[in-house]
């Protein structure tokens, strides 16, 4: 028989029977998926079909460092450092020190509270001993080695962050960028904003659009097309997840001139019509 835990000598008689302690803010998870990535392979594979993402993404590098970047802002995620990615954030990864890494993946969906972890956004988070522990107790119930069945994950879930977000005092990273990809990533969101052509984007960039094609894919291993046709679909869930917007106001904050065109982007991205993936999609937040 394992040996009994210790308890405290003494606790105090409460006050008052009527009231106790709650943490009405604290995020409440559900739909959770716990899985592994040990390759660039596979960390690169899912992150531009995945495009409909409207989960909460956390991630821990267990071994190897490497660069995510999140709607163009550089985050430099370090063995046993962390970050969690909102939904609709546009993000992808770069700049893996090798091949054989180990990033632990964590996604789920927020039953309510949905800013409850706003506060996490756009920075590196580094868990203390306690916060690792459950994050490694979270890994250990999900395998099929384990005794202990999936869903005890969801409550231990829950602890871990609620213990990120009341320990995050960092700042959140600037929103300064520094290498050419990321610099050249806010250039072509901004692109859609103010509705420049690619020629206008390279010309801030200050090279040829030719050359501004070719070293895009050859740094992302996707063209600026594909690029900017993820984002104005991100940016379009977003939008459509918020308060309530019209179509025809969401199709011109996206890029669109005209509800037709953004109507046929919709449909080719996601075969569905504007208004079935704004139904999908549920009731506005």
């Known amino acids: 028989m394992d040996e009994f835990p210790t308890f405290p000598q003494a606790l105090a008689e409460p006050t008052s029977y009527l009231k106790g302690v709650d943490a009405s803010t604290r995020p409440r998870s559900n739909n959770v998926l716990v899985f592994l990535r040990q390759d660039r392979e596979s ?12 989960r909460h993404v956390l991630i821990l590098s267990l071994h190897t460092t490497g660069t995510v970047i999140v709607d163009g802002i550089e985050l430099t995620l370090r063995p046993e450092s962390g970050l969690i990615i909102l939904p ?11 091949d054989d890494l180990r990033w632990l993946f964590i996604t789920f969906e927020l039953e309510e509270n949905s800013s409850a972890l706003d506060g996490l956004s ?3 988070i580094h868990p203390d001993k306690d916060a690792l522990e459950i ?5 250990s119930f999900w395998t099929a080695q ?12 829950d602890l871990l962050l609620l213990k990120l977000e009341r320990g995050s005092t960092q700042k959140p990273t600037s929103h300064t960028v520094s290498s050419w990809i990321a610099q050249t990533e806010t250039l072509i969101r901004k692109a859609v904003d103010e509705q420049w052509t690619l020629k206008e984007v390279a010309q801030r960039s200050g090279i040829s659009e030719r050359h501004l094609r070719t070293r895009f894919e050859a740094e992302t291993g996707i063209t600026i097309r594909r690029y900017r046709a993820n984002y104005q679909l991100h ?9 309530h917007v019209a179509l025809g106001e969401i199709a011109g904050r996206v890029g669109f001139q ?10 080719r991205e996601t075969g569905m019509t504007a208004m ?4 999908s999609l549920g009731p506005p937040s």
């Open 43 to 54: 960390l690169q594979q899912m992150h531009f079909r995945n495009r409909s993402h409207h």
């Open 88 to 98: 609709y954030q546009f993000h992808h990864y770069m700049n893996l020190e090798s």
């Open 122 to 124: 756009h920075r590196i």
């Open 135 to 139: 994050w490694s107790q979270i890994a």
């Open 146 to 157: 384990s005794t202990k069945p999936k869903e005890e994950c969801v409550p231990l879930l």
């Open 235 to 243: 940016r379009t869930l977003s939008l459509m997840r918020g308060a």
């Open 258 to 267: 005209s509800s037709a065109s953004f109507s046929r982007f919709i449909r």
């Open 276 to 279: 079935e993936l704004k139904r």
